[in-house]
């Protein structure tokens, strides 16, 4: 097997666009998102995480940007996160009166099914994994496990002992479980207002660590 450099280091901000379009291709949002709103919808998702993430991670190969993983450490307040849902709320229902049923106002739906998730499970956290992505083709080298210990680290260096995240059925949701997380909460989510065609569950999965 030929030698390869595995590097793993912070994330710069020419690390962006080339981040965006991972999120776009391994999402596959040009299946599901008009295309006039593929890039603004991927990048509201990824500025989104990123700016609730204090531990942003590239993994390289042979110098080219093989994944990335981005988490925090959750120091803000009990009031800080009843906010964060009430301003989800507020934008659904802004959309919902100016776009009615269009992909977006779905989207934010989804990010409101998150926090219920959270709630749901009753559980409190000292950390989140926001987002980990492995690009496809350096996929079964073993990096998503390794951004997901060195995150694990951290977490551990600061003085947390406990993180939870989201995923969904159209994620290698798996990896978690192999990774000895517990799914704590699970939900459906309907993308059509009627019929079950087209619908998907939501985890929240947690980790003592």
């Known amino acids: 097997m030929e030698f390869m450099e595995i590097n793993l280091r912070a994330m710069r901000t020419e690390d962006y666009e080339p981040i965006l379009k991972l999120v776009i291709t391994t999402w596959d949002y040009r299946s599901w998102v008009p295309k006039r709103l593929v890039e603004p919808m991927a990048e509201f998702f990824l500025s989104d995480l990123l700016q609730r993430s204090d531990h942003i991670m590239i993994a390289e190969v042979d110098g080219k940007i093989a994944g990335i993983c981005a988490g925090d450490i959750l120091e803000y307040s009990r009031m800080q996160r009843f906010s964060l849902r009430k301003k989800t709320h507020a934008l659904g229902a802004i ?8 992909i977006f106002e779905k ?33 079964g080298l073993g990096l998503g496990k390794l951004l997901y210990n060195n995150f694990c680290e951290y977490l551990k260096k600061n003085g947390a002992r406990s993180f939870y995240l989201y995923t969904d059925d159209s994620s290698d949701y798996a990896f978690y479980k192999y990774q000895g997380m517990q799914k704590l909460a699970q939900k459906t989510f309907y993308w059509d207002d009627i019929g079950e065609d087209n619908t998907e569950l939501y985890f929240l999965y947690g980790k003592e660590i």
């Open 107 to 139: 989207y934010i739906q989804t990010m409101e099914l998150d926090q219920e998730l959270l709630l749901q499970s009753g559980r409190e956290f000292d950390g989140s994994l926001n987002l980990l992505i492995v690009v496809k083709a350096y996929q």
């Open 95 to 102: 959309l919902a009166y100016t776009e009615k049923g269009s």
